[in-house]
C-alpha cells in the first residue's frame, strides 16, 4: 500500500528535524536503508537481541542511548527490532523520527511525494487489571488510553481520540482535573486480528509512570487510592480495561495521525487483580516473540 505525503513549499528546519551528520536521524541514529517496513519494538535493549537471535542474518546493529535497532530477516523476511525505552514521551522520538526515515528525504528536508507504510508491533509486558487476564496471559490492546497528554499537542489528535470513549471514562473515574484529559485510540484492525486472534483482548492503559500512576505506593501516599478499582470496574461497549503498560498509546495515536499500522500484544507479568507478580517470565516471552515473528 503506499500513501501520499502532502507536498510542502518549503524544507523542514534543522531545529526541527535534526539530522545527524552521516544522514541519520538524531535519536535513532538510522539511516533509511538500515529500516524494514515491518517493525517489532519494545521498551528493554536488550530484548532486541533476544529477537534479533531469531534472524537468519543481521544486516544492520545500531545503537544510541536507550535506542537499539537491528535489521535482519526472519524466514526470508526482512524485519527491523528495535527498542523505544520507557513512556509515552520517548514514542513520541522514536515514531516521529521513523516516519521522517520513510517520508522525508532527509538530505532535501522535504517530503517524499509517496511511502510505503510501517507495520509495528509493540510487544510488551504489563500488569493485568481483570480476572480473566492473570499472570501468564497474552493481552493485545484492542485500543489503548494515555495518561500523558501527548495526543493534544498535535492537530488532528482531538479527531483521533475517541471523545465518548473519554467523557464516560472521566465521568466514571471522577477524573483528577489537574491531570491531563485521558485519550483513547484504537488499533489497526487488520493488524490486530492477524496478531492477536487467540489472544485477550481489552482497553490498555499507558500510564505516565510505573509507581503511583498504576497504583502502586511504596513511601508516597496515592491521592486516589481506589483509582485501581475504579479502572477494573469500568466498561464501555462490553469493552473493559485489561492492563497497564506504558507506551501504547502514544504509538497508536502516532501512528494512526502519520498512516501507519500499529498494535501491542503484552505478556501480563503483574496480576494487579490478585496482587501477584511473575518475574520467571522469560520463557513466556520469548515464546510471544516466536509468535510475534511469525505473524507479522
Known sequence: MIAIVKKSSSPIPSDHLPVNEDGSVFHLHL???QLSDKIVMMGDPERVSLVAS?????EFDVQNREFHTITGSYK????????????CDNLDI???ELDALVTIDL?????KETFNPLT???LGTSGGLQPFCPAGSYVVSEISMGMDGLLFFYKGGEERNDSGLTEKFVEHTRWNQRLATPYFVPADEALLNRIGYDMVRGITISASGFYGPQGRRVRLDLSRPEQNMLLESFEYQGKKITNYEMESAALYGLAGLLGHRTATVCLIIAGRYSGEMNTGYKDLFSALITKVLDRI
Open 31 to 33: 539511516r533509511p536503508e
Open 107 to 111: 538530505e532535501k528536508r522535504i517530503p
Open 76 to 87: 526470508g523476511k526482512r524485519i527491523t527490532a528495535l527498542s523505544h525505552g520507557i513512556g
Open 120 to 122: 509495528l508491533v509493540r
Open 94 to 96: 522514536v515514531m516521529t
Open 54 to 58: 531469531r534472524f537468519d542474518r543481521i
